[in-house]
């Protein structure tokens, strides 16, 4: 999936004032964007997070996952920073759709965690696309990053794609009462790592 530079714009926020980078997919349509901070030219590896879009943590502060305070905790440590990235994927619910997430979160109501609930629904447990972060990267002109996730199948999949990844940085936070089943079981079937500070 290769997508297209559109337009850039400031965007204030409460962390600091980032430039956002607009990109379109010419074949689907779909939209992705770019938040950069500072000066990351000047960075030998550059402080990033590879966000996928979630409504309900990112917008409407649900407490059953931890995407919005990741979301924010990246955005916190990049303004502390100075400068870094993040890459803001338009693939709802690991890639099912936001209608299709509010299916598996009434699942979950019923019992099911958040794998068989994508599966009951016909879905793999983890539908997302990485590849269109190539041509975000390639016009930010950034080839080594530093990575702030917990989930080592995006750090192979930004590899295989040519990212040259220094470090992996945790990013544990937002656990709640409302989502500790959820992190359990993106620990115990998803393989992210929590309580893991090695690469």
Do not use: W
């Amino acid at each position: 999936m290769s997508v297209v530079y559109v337009a850039s714009c400031r965007l204030p926020t409460p962390f600091g004032e980032f430039t956002m980078h607009g990109f379109e997919d010419p074949d689907t349509g779909a939209e992705h964007v770019a938040l950069v901070l500072g000066d990351i030219d000047a960075a030998d590896s550059v402080l990033t997070r590879v966000h996928s879009e979630c409504l309900t943590g990112d917008c409407l502060f649900s407490m059953r996952c931890d995407c919005g305070s990741q979301l924010q905790g990246a955005m916190k440590r990049i303004a502390d920073e100075g400068a870094g990235v993040i890459l803001y994927l338009r693939q709802e619910g690991r890639g099912i759709g936001l209608i299709n997430k509010i299916r598996a979160y009434a699942l979950q109501d019923q019992g099911a965690d958040t794998v068989e609930a994508n599966e009951r629904l016909g879905f793999d447990a983890d539908l997302r696309d990485y590849t269109m972060c190539k041509s975000m990267f390639v016009h930010l002109n950034v080839g080594r990053i530093r990575l702030m996730t917990n989930n080592p199948v995006k750090v192979n999949a930004l590899t295989k794609l040519g990212l040259e990844i220094i470090e992996r940085i945790p990013l544990e936070t937002g656990k709640n009462d409302h989502n500790a089943r959820y992190l359990a079981t993106k620990a115990g079937k998803l393989g992210h790592l929590f309580g893991n500070k090695s690469n």
